[in-house]
T-cell receptor, first 113, second 113 residues
Framework: DQQVKQNSPSLSVQEGRISILNCDYTNSMFDYFLWYKKYPAEGPTFLISISSIKDKNEDGRFTVFLNKSAKHLSLHIVPSQPGDSAVYFCAASRGGSQGNLIFGKGTKLSVKP | GAGVSQTPSNKVTEKGKYVELRCDPISGHTALYWYRQSLGQGPEFLIYFQGTGAADDSGLPNDRFFAVRPEGSVSTLKIQRTERGDSAVYLC???????????FGQGTRLTVV
């Protein structure tokens, strides 16, 4: 049973436009959420995180929104760049820990020039 | 080294054989994690070390899997009597103290034939 779901396996966006990647979770005990980016043949790279006490966290072109009542979070990338093309994983944990993360299956983002 | 290093990068073994996968974390990082990523899936948590001890081994799938970190630095993931279903990319990550960003290695691709 998937506790973290990324229902879109892929997303294609034009360069300069906004990319919105979505993630849903089922476990209400999760209190810390992270997004990782992964290029082929490399390990995942931490992108941005949000604690459940917040509903928004912004870092440059990347913003994560958290809707606890809907158990939904999203990652917004604006403006999208071709170098953003990668697989994006949503992850969640309990107790604010970076260990024992529960990952979604990932969304492959393609940003076209 | 500058990042988390995993060796070997690729390993092909015959069903029933024993394998060891090595992880060199970032120097000074006390927390170390092992994950497994099967094709089309997100990383799946296996075990978390804080120093030399396993703080959480709830993700190890069965007793064929074992991991050690005897000196609180390098870790070895050991798999006995390998099965074809063990084929996956095994990822290692480390963080300064378990509450900060985790950095992943590039992974070891294990293929059991």
């Amino acid at each position: 049973d998937q506790q973290v779901k990324q229902n879109s396996p892929s997303l294609s966006v034009q360069e300069g436009r906004i990319s919105i990647l979505n993630c849903d979770y089922t476990n209400s005990m999760f209190d810390y959420f992270l997004w990782y980016k992964k290029y082929p043949a490399e390990g995942p790279t931490f992108l941005i995180s949000i604690s459940s006490i917040k509903d928004k966290n912004e870092d440059g072109r990347f913003t994560v929104f958290l809707n606890k009542s809907a158990k939904h979070l999203s990652l917004h990338i604006v403006p999208s760049q071709p170098g953003d093309s990668a697989v994006y994983f949503c992850a969640a944990s309990r107790g604010g820990s970076q260990g024992n993360l529960i990952f979604g299956k990932g969304t492959k983002l393609s940003v076209k020039p | 080294g500058a990042g988390v290093s995993q060796t070997p990068s690729n390993k092909v073994t015959e069903k029933g054989k024993y394998v060891e996968l090595r992880c060199d974390p970032i120097s000074g990082h006390t927390a170390l994690y092992w994950y497994r990523q099967s094709l089309g899936q997100g990383p799946e948590f296996l075990i978390y070390f804080q120093g030399t001890g396993a703080a959480d081994d709830s993700g190890l799938p069965n007793d064929r899997f074992f991991a050690v970190r005897p000196e609180g630095s390098v870790s070895t993931l050991k798999i006995q009597r390998t099965e074809r279903g063990d084929s996956a990319v095994y990822l290692c990550a480390s963080s300064l103290n378990g509450d900060t960003e985790a950095f992943f290695g590039q992974g070891t691709r294990l293929t059991v034939v």
